[in-house]
């Protein structure tokens, strides 16, 4: 277990065998919604019933949004081929919704495999492919318009590893105030990059009002996710849905025409099949290409918002579909 306090999020240990789970998981949370609500009506003061009122909307607005998106995840789970996923599909059709008690909903559900997750920096590499980790790992940066990532991948490397053999491992951190270790394991959100070296709000502040030429001003959240997951090999980026950017940092910058070919491929019709490219390219860089890049997706984002007489509330929710169809929210951010 990591003995820091994290991020806000929470990784949902729930899981289940059949889409029903699903439901179950809805009706769960309807229950904890159920007994904010009594918690809020015991409440006294003028203060208190002023707050009352506002968390009673906010209580609403996200009992809203969990009852309604059951439509979306639904959607996901019904997509008919589970082999190729492409924004066309009909499970990525935003909703605007009304529902009958007079609150306005916007929901959607955004392919997550479209980014590069940031725990597959602690993922070996097969021997032939022609560029390393850090590589692909420097141009995403850069990307993003820092030009001296090394010493920060060095850093999430650390905070990754089981060893505790590194320059940023927990002797590092125990040194702070207060002082924290090393977790040694997968990154469980980007509010956990906080408390890795070199990352700091200002960081990422940096990052909205950044005025790189317009090839190294794409945002952190654009190009970067993080699947709170373990896995054996890297979790791949979607050929159908990533822009343009994350698929050049993969495949090098010697290979802007040919990832333009396939932005111009796929705008209308999905790539079904990686096949495709075998005689197009050299085994190596074929090789990268299948080691980091897939024409289907299991990570999704669903997105919501919900209004209400000047009340907002926005909800955030990481889904995993697997190989069967099934589909889960591993981690909600409210
Ligand atoms: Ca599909
Ligand atoms: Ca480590």
């Known amino acids: 277990m990591k003995d820091f306090p994290l991020n806000k999020t929470g990784v949902s240990p729930l ?24 918690l809020q009506v015991q409440l006294k ?6 707050q009352s009122a ?3 909307s906010k209580v609403r607005l996200q009992s809203s949004i969990l009852s309604n998106a059951q439509l979306l995840l639904q959607r996901l789970a019904d997509d008919d081929n589970l082999l190729v996923d492409h924004p066309s599909e009909a499970w990525a059709k935003p909703e605007d919704i009304s529902d009958p008690t007079g609150i306005s909903l916007k929901l959607s559900i955004h392919d997550a495999q479209q980014y590069f997750d940031l725990n597959n920096v602690y993922v070996s590499r097969p021997n032939l492919t022609t560029r390393k980790n850090a590589e692909i790992l420097v141009d995403l940066f850069n990307m993003t318009g820092d030009f001296s990532p090394s010493e920060k991948i060095q850093s999430l490397l650390d905070w990754i590893d089981p060893d505790d053999e590194g320059f940023r491992e927990s002797f590092f951190y125990e040194k702070k105030d207060p002082g924290y270790s090393c977790p040694n394991t997968w990154l469980s959100s980007m509010g956990e990059l906080l408390w890795v070296n070199g990352f700091s709000p200002s960081y990422f502040e940096r990052q909205k009002t950044l005025q790189a030429a317009e090839t190294f001003n794409h945002s952190f959240e654009e190009t970067f996710t993080i699947f709170p997951v ?26 802007e025409a040919f990832v333009d070919a396939v932005i111009a491929w796929r705008r209308d019709t999905p790539i079904q099949s990686l096949e495709k490219f075998n005689f197009q ?20 984002t669903l997105k919501a918002t919900a209004y209400e007489a000047g009340h907002r509330v926005e909800v955030l929710a990481l889904l995993h579909r697997s190989s069967q169809g099934d589909v889960e929210v591993i981690q909600w951010q409210m």
């Open 15 to 38: 899981s289940r065998a059949s889409k029903r789970g699903s439901i179950l998981l809805f009706a769960l949370v309807m229950v904890l919604v159920t007994a904010i609500i009594i």
């Open 45 to 50: 003061t003028q203060s208190q019933l002023q």
């Open 281 to 300: 390219m050299s085994p190596s860089l074929l090789q990268d290409l299948n080691h980091y890049v897939d024409v289907k997706s299991s990570f999704f």
């Open 54 to 56: 506002f968390l009673f």
């Open 230 to 255: 373990k896995r054996n090999q890297a979790i791949k980026v979607n050929i159908n849905s990533a822009p343009k950017h994350v698929l050049q940092s993969i495949l090098g910058q010697s290979q």
